[in-house]
């Protein structure tokens, strides 16, 4: 079974500070790529960063980096600078190469706070 | 470019009634992707599509159906709705299988 989890419920920062958010996940397929995914008050779901898994270097994305250790199957989301409009869940995601399907996590609530 | 867009963006139903939440998307993307999202879940897929006459199921297909008629287009259609159907419901598209999806606004449905 390939599944995501966040073991993290809920998480809150202080404006400017840094913020790690835990995504580990289970597949058995060597090839895919992984996501994180915000959803802010507004509910849609909007794209932060993503990562291949065929590629060892770390994806950046501005004041987003993750964390990808392929041999754990960890897939941490760091936030730098912490904004207040970066309060919003966020769902770590796995889109195995075999498969049509994106596998979401629970997500993580995360407020900033001034 | 408006992206995905859904409509509509909260609707009521009563048990057993029926009705269809409307997915365009704008970018020419041949997948696309119906989920649905209950309170403090992640987004469980329904259906999707890998192109125009060309549909399959997801995780969480009971309840529903869909048509994927032209590229733009791909509605749900919910029948004998049941208050299990209440949920968020989101439209995806992307451009290719391990494309970055697109999603949009949302549809909150309330079965009552």
């Known amino acids: 079974a390939q599944t995501v989890t966040q073991s993290q419920p809920e998480m809150s920062v202080q404006e400017a500070e840094t913020v790690t958010l835990s995504c580990t996940y289970d597949?058995?397929?060597?090839?895919?790529?992984l996501f994180w995914y915000k959803q802010p008050p507004s509910r849609q779901m909007i794209l932060v960063i993503r990562?291949?898994?065929?590629?060892?270097q770390n994806a950046t994305e501005n004041r987003f980096s993750v964390n990808f250790q392929k041999a754990a199957k960890s897939f941490s989301l760091k936030i730098s600078d912490s904004q207040l409009g970066d309060t919003a869940m966020y769902f770590c995601a796995l889109f195995p190469y075999n498969t049509d399907k994106l596998i979401f996590g629970t997500g993580t609530r995360l407020q900033v706070f001034p | 470019n408006a992206g995905v867009t859904q409509t509509p963006k909260f609707r009521i139903l009563k048990i057993g009634q029926s009705m269809t939440l409307q997915c365009t998307q704008d970018?020419?993307?041949?997948?696309m992707y119906w989920y649905r999202q209950d309170p403090g879940m992640g987004l469980k897929l329904i259906y999707y599509s890998v192109g125009a006459g060309i549909t399959d199921k997801g995780e969480v297909p009971n309840g529903y159906n869909v048509s994927r008629s032209t590229t733009e287009d791909f509605p749900l259609r919910l029948e004998l709705a049941a208050p299990s159907q209440t949920s968020v419901y989101f439209c995806?598209?992307?451009?290719?299988?391990?494309?970055?999806?697109?999603f949009g606004p949302g549809t909150r449905l309330l079965v009552l």
């Open positions: 990562q291949e898994a065929y590629k060892q």
């Open positions: 995806a598209s992307s451009y290719g299988t391990v494309e970055t999806q697109y």
């Open positions: 970018m020419n993307h041949n997948y």
């Open positions: 597949t058995s397929e060597n090839n895919y790529y």
